[in-house]
């Protein structure tokens, strides 16, 4: 764990976790293999190799680095550097190879030559230089690594400016499994130094290294009798945990991940990282603990569950064996957060308040054997135990210089992601920020951009308010609660609520008379055709005695014909009810019965889906009917109707276990 997250805690969760850690370091120390002894891959090395062979030529493991240095470097020095620190580092000039059985093997080679790339970039405008750098930049990172061919390094060194203000840019890159995030500094300050020794003509001021990384795996593999404690701890703590955060999505997962994803920034206003800070301190916590429970809130209100759990990395490197290697000891922890959304926050942070300390105390289980202990489901389509991580970073700053110069370092945004969301919280250049990289398989920028925000404003109201129920804290900001509460909700509009629906058919009508109106697929009508065909069926219902205020059943297949039965009842001035051909017969039966309904409009095919009865039937698709309809007048008749008057009925289950008829009026539909 780093010192800044150690530092991050209260001095009684500091405490205990330093006497866990103590209790750590007094186990037998780490030593070197005897030559040409075979080395197991740490369970991280074991996943990753898997990943590459599951999806060959993805770059979202490789690890960049981008440095810009104001003055010009030497590239044959730099060459050097690159060279030793390979050289040094076994884990760097490491194969991962199948073996005999099939299962990875690690074989170190001999030092060898960085692929180191040297691009002049001097000559066009500044800006243009800038872009230039930055697709090679990119180019380069977005190059997957082959694992089975060392070295698992390689750099990229652009000159800009020119020679008056020259600017030099160096990328470096990795694959995680042989450098996490916290090797970064291992990896920095020796190439920094072989660099400065090999400009001057000197010897590197570099103690050589007591073990090799491969010791350290073959040591954590010898200490798998003593992960009993840390086993029963993770598999009582997830026991009953939900396989996954429920987030909506704008788009459904798909069965596998493509790890293509995005990153977004989010400034918070002024003075909430003061109050988060402020409210930290008095509630006797860390900073993370509490960004990580308003976190959790947030994650709770957005998929409606009380019970979720987020992925907290920690650098892993318990001993002081580990400080000085380049490796992937990078660890991955569950945080379960829970608690009904009548608890305040305080009480959220009482009830969660050992939840960082005992996970970080038994953080030196690898991810993969928590995993292998509280065995969940597995699916390939989303990562197991969790799928949103939360990472806290305090603002530290590493100095750094390379040739004398000091020198600015920054990662790649390589557009892709490990996890359905990421929340990295804290500050950068004194600025409070929530960045997060999320999968753009599940989400658009728009949809992380309002959770990023509302975890700004629930904690802004939740240290203001902190003895208000979480359940109840502020989620939207003002813009948003006004475009939610105000402008959605602002919703009245004149309509002409004396008119019948078939005055606004026929307005329309008049409009677009020979436009089409509507069509199965098979046969199409015209607003003027689907007016004349209507108009003879409502005088032919109405010389059956419909009119205002009677019911007449419509069971027709969706077709042309059944606008043309709907449009022919209103038009009649009475009202339909609608008949479903798919629904059981005693079902059909009592509907007709119910609603006492004047005449029933259908189809010759659907005539024995209907019950008998004394109500006169219309067979739209009847020959005899056919030429009766055409006989009659195709102009509209009087229409006694009001919009107070009834459209349709519609028949909904009937909590009595009887269907029952919902009258919808002119009006009202």
Known sequence: MSEDRISGLSPAKRALLERRLAASRSAAGITRLPSNTPAPLSPAQERLWLVDRLYPGLATYNVTRFLTVPARLDAAALQTALDALVARHEILRSAFVPGHTGSPEVRVQPPGRVPLEERWLDGPAADEQESTAQILAHELARQPFDLGVPPLLRALLMHLGDDGAPRDQLVLATHHIASDEGSRKVLLDELSEFYRAAVAGEEPALADLAVQYHDVTAWLAAQRDGEAGHVAFWATTLAGAPAAIDLPTDRPRPPEPSFRGAQLVHAPAPGWWEAVNAFARESSVSPYAVLLAGFGVVLSRHARQDDVV???????????????????????????????????????????????????????????????????????????????????????????????????????????????????????????????????????????????????????????????????????????????????????????????????????????????????????????????????????????????????????????????????????????????????????????????????????????????????????????????????????????ATAEDRAYVIYTSGSTGRPKGVQISHRAL
């Open 310 to 640: 987020v992925g907290s990395p920690v650098t892993g490197r318990f001993r002081p064996e580990n400080h000085g290697l380049i490796g992937t000891f990078h660890n991955k922890l569950p945080m379960r957060l829970r608690g009904p959304a009548e608890q305040t926050i305080r009480q959220r942070l009482d009830a969660t308040r050992s939840t960082p300390t005992e996970a970080f105390a038994h953080g030196e289980l690898p991810f993969e054997r928590i995993v292998e202990a509280v065995n969940p489901t597995r699916d390939l389509s989303r990562p197991p135990l969790f799928q949103v991580v939360m990472i806290f970073d305090p603002g530290s700053r590493e100095e750094f210089q390379l040739g004398g110069v000091p020198a600015t370092v920054r990662g790649l945004d390589l557009g892709g992601t490990k996890y359905d969301l990421s929340l990295l919280a804290g500050v950068r250049d004194g600025a409070a920020e929530l960045r997060a990289e999320y999968s753009t398989d599940l989400f658009d920028e728009a949809t992380v951009g309002r959770l990023v925000e509302h975890v700004e404003v629930l904690l802004a109201d939740a240290v203001a308010r902190p003895d208000t129920p979480v359940g109840a804290l502020r989620l939207l900001s003002e813009p948003e609660t006004e475009l939610v509460v105000e402008r959605w909700n602002d919703t009245a509009h004149d309509y002409p609520r004396g008119a019948l629906l078939t005055d606004l058919i026929g307005a329309t009508t008049a409009r677009l008379g020979s436009k089409l109106a509507v069509t199965d697929g098979v046969r199409s009508l015209s607003y003027d055709e689907l007016d004349a065909r209507s108009n003879r069926l409502a005088r032919r219902l109405a010389g059956l005695g419909a009119g205002a205020g009677t019911l007449v059943a419509v069971c027709v297949e969706r077709s042309v014909d059944m606008v043309v039965a709907l449009y022919g009842v209103l038009k009649a001035g009475a009202a339909y009810v609608p008949l479903d051909p798919a629904y059981p017969l005693d079902r059909l039966a009592y509907m007709v019965q119910d609603a006492q309904v004047t005449a029933v409009v259908t189809e010759r095919d659907l005539l024995d889906r209907l019950p008998e009865g004394d109500h006169p039937r219309v067979i739209l698709d009847d020959p005899a009917e056919q030429a009766r309809l055409e006989a009659l007048d195709a102009t509209a008749s009087a229409n006694a």
